[in-house]
């Protein structure tokens, strides 16, 4: 048996770096089927696809005609492409910058406790809320569409935001490190059609944002005095405070209690 795997041996024309190459290509793949997976660029693949097919097609059979309108299609297609769906390579590319080596959630367990209180508090009084709350992605372009605040972030100002009175209620505020840092933002509406019909324009808004940035975005409802956590393109409704707790510890604190293996071997091998 050892003289089986010593015998063993690569052909000479594969190299080190054709392996290398295949493993790029396979975890290139498989990031743009994850990013892409559950969006309209899927159903543009199928037809990028289909029209690939009806080319090879029209090419065999010689239909000249066929041939010569799918080429045209076909050579164009990548521009189409990019006009089409600029917001999801947007997203895309925002997602594929993001560092998986150091991740810090700019929150603490006493900000998640005020968060929680505000949105319950505001939920009680049937008053409706939008609150962003920055991760990775940097959201300036969408606070520059607001009023600064730059206040301790606190649930009576937050509740105070909100009040129908107030002259910034109308909007969105950004929580940034900890700190309440613009009111009355306008965020981008989601286009995807198929949100539940009972999700009004806050939810869309809120939806929208979570599909372009990695922004953790708290909705209540004034209507059905519902709160939803919208994270990642998904809108999840907290039954009671318990529960809405739990989802926030777990996207903001755990990751910090627990690192991930690449920051630990960094942190083990950086001089002290």
């Known amino acids: 048996m050892p003289e089986l795997f010593s015998s063993f041996s690569f052909p000479n024309f594969f190299r080190w770096q054709d392996i290398l190459d295949i493993l790029i290509v396979s975890f290139i793949i498989h990031r743009i089927i994850i990013l ?21 097609l029209s090419t065999a059979l010689d239909l000249l005609a066929l041939q010569l309108l799918l080429r045209s299609l076909l050579s164009s297609i990548l521009l189409i492409a990019v006009i089409i769906f600029q917001e ?16 810090s959630s700019n929150i603490a367990a006493d900000d998640i406790a005020q968060l929680i209180s505000a949105a319950v508090s505001l939920s ?10 920055e991760r990775e992605t940097g959201l300036q372009e969408y ?17 105070a935001i909100f009040l129908t009175k107030s002259p910034l209620h109308d909007g969105a ?25 009972r999700y009004g324009m806050r939810h869309r808004a809120a939806l929208g944002l979570s599909e372009m940035t990695d922004a ?21 409704p907290m039954r009671d405070e318990e529960k809405l707790e739990t989802v926030l510890k777990d996207i903001f604190l755990v990751q ?11 942190k083990k091998t950086l001089p002290r």
Not at 48 to 55: K, R, S
Not at 124 to 133: D, H
Not at 175 to 191: E, F, N, T, Y
Not at 216 to 236: D, F, P, R
């Open 143 to 159: 606070m520059e569409t607001g009023f600064i605040i730059d206040s301790r972030l606190v649930q009576e100002l937050l509740v």
């Open 216 to 236: 953790v975005i708290l909705t209540v409802s004034e209507e059905t005095q519902e709160i939803s956590v919208v994270h990642s393109g998904t809108i999840t």
């Open 88 to 103: 999801d390579i947007r997203r895309a590319l925002t997602e594929m910058g993001r560092t998986p080596f150091f991740k």
């Open 173 to 197: 505020v950004v929580i940034k490190q900890g700190r309440i840092h613009s009111a009355a933002c306008v965020l981008p509406l989601s286009k995807n059609p198929s949100i539940d019909k």
């Open 36 to 56: 892409i997976r559950g969006t309209r660029a899927v159903q543009m693949l199928v037809g990028a696809l289909v029209i690939a097919l009806l080319y090879f």
């Open 256 to 266: 910090e209690e627990k690192p991930s293996l690449w920051k630990r071997w960094i």
């Open 124 to 133: 009680r009084r049937r008053i409706g809320a939008l609150i962003i709350i």
